[in-house]
C-alpha cells in the first residue's frame, strides 16, 4: 500500500510546481463550489495511478488543483463509496495520498436522512460527530506507523475551530444551520422507519453512505476535518416518506448555494 500511496502522490506533484494544503471533497450539495475555482490542472480519476473510478450518478469523477479565493486547493469532484464493491483500502485512498503530497485541513459534504425531529429537508447539519456502522473499518489490517499511530484517538474527529468558524459564516449571512451527529452505514439501500428510528435512539442526527471512513483516516493520518451534510430527505417517526436518489439530488441542489457559501468563506479564512 505504501508503494502506491507513493507512487500516486509523486504523479501528482509532476502534474504542478506546488501542492496546496487544502483539500476538498465534493459530495452531494457542493457541486456548485467548481464554479468558484480558478482551476489551474484538472486530471480525469481514470488517468492516475492506482486511483478507482466513481461510478455514482452525480458523481464526476475528477481531481481539480485551482485556486479558491486566495487558497490553493485541491477538490475531488466524486468520491468512492463502500457499496460499490470497493474495500475500505481503496474507499479511503484518496485520504492517504492526500497526506503524502501534504495536505493538512479536508473538507467534506455529503447528503443525509434526518432523524431529528427539528430538522427539516434542506437544512444543512454540520457534523460534530460520527457514528461508525460501516461492517469494515477502514484501519483493519497490518497498521504502517508511517501513516499513524495504531490506535489513534477520535475524541475530536471533527475540528472544533472549523466548527466554531463554520458558525460564525453561517450567522452572519443568515443561513440557518443544524448541527448533530452523522450515522455512517454501509448502503445502498436507504434507511427502513425501524432503522431511522434505530439510530435516532442510539445517538443519530442524520444517516448517510459516506464520510465516515474518509475521516477516519483522515485522523489516522493527523489531517483536521470539516464536514457538513445536506439533510435531502426525512426519517422522523411519523413522517417517513419514499425516497429515492434523484430526490435526494433535488434536495442537494436546492441547498447548494448556502453549503457553497459558508464552504467557500471557511475555506478562503482559515
Do not use: W
Amino acid at each position: 500500500m505504501l508503494e502506491k500511496i507513493r507512487q500516486t502522490a509523486a504523479f501528482l506533484k509532476d502534474q504542478l510546481p506546488k501542492m496546496p494544503e487544502t483539500a476538498i471533497i465534493l459530495g452531494t450539495g457542493l457541486g456548485e463550489l467548481v464554479n468558484h475555482i480558478a482551476i489551474e490542472k484538472e486530471i480525469p480519476y481514470k488517468d492516475i495511478p492506482n486511483f478507482p473510478v466513481s461510478t455514482v450518478e452525480g458523481h464526476s469523477g475528477k481531481l481539480i488543483f485551482g485556486k479558491l479565493g486566495s487558497k490553493d486547493i485541491m477538490a475531488m469532484q466524486g468520491r468512492f463509496h463502500f457499496y460499490e464493491g470497493y474495500d475500505m483500502k481503496q474507499v479511503t485512498f484518496p485520504v492517504r495520498v492526500m497526506k503524502e503530497i501534504g495536505i493538512k485541513t479536508l473538507f467534506l459534504s455529503n447528503a443525509a436522512g434526518g432523524m431529528n425531529p427539528d430538522f427539516a429537508i434542506g437544512d444543512l447539519m454540520i457534523i460534530r460527530d460520527h457514528i461508525n456502522l460501516f461492517p469494515e473499518h477502514p484501519l483493519r489490517g497490518k497498521n504502517f506507523e508511517e501513516l499513524g499511530v495504531r490506535f489513534p484517538d477520535m475524541s475530536e474527529a471533527y475540528s472544533k475551530e472549523l466548527i466554531k468558524k463554520a458558525l460564525k459564516i453561517a450567522d452572519e449571512n443568515n443561513i440557518k444551520v443544524q448541527q448533530g451527529v452523522y450515522v455512517g452505514t454501509q448502503g445502498p439501500t436507504f434507511e427502513t422507519p425501524a432503522e431511522y428510528r434505530y439510530f435516532h435512539i442510539i445517538g443519530g442526527d442524520a444517516v448517510g453512505m459516506s464520510t465516515v471512513p474518509e475521516v477516519i483516516v483522515a485522523r489516522h493520518s493527523g489531517i483536521n476535518v470539516f464536514a457538513i451534510s445536506v439533510i435531502t430527505d426525512l426519517g422522523v417517526e411519523g413522517i417517513v416518506e419514499k425516497v429515492s436518489h434523484e430526490e435526494v439530488q433535488k434536495a442537494a441542489a436546492s441547498a447548494q448555494p448556502k453549503m457553497t457559501l459558508i464552504m467557500k468563506k471557511l475555506v478562503e479564512t482559515f
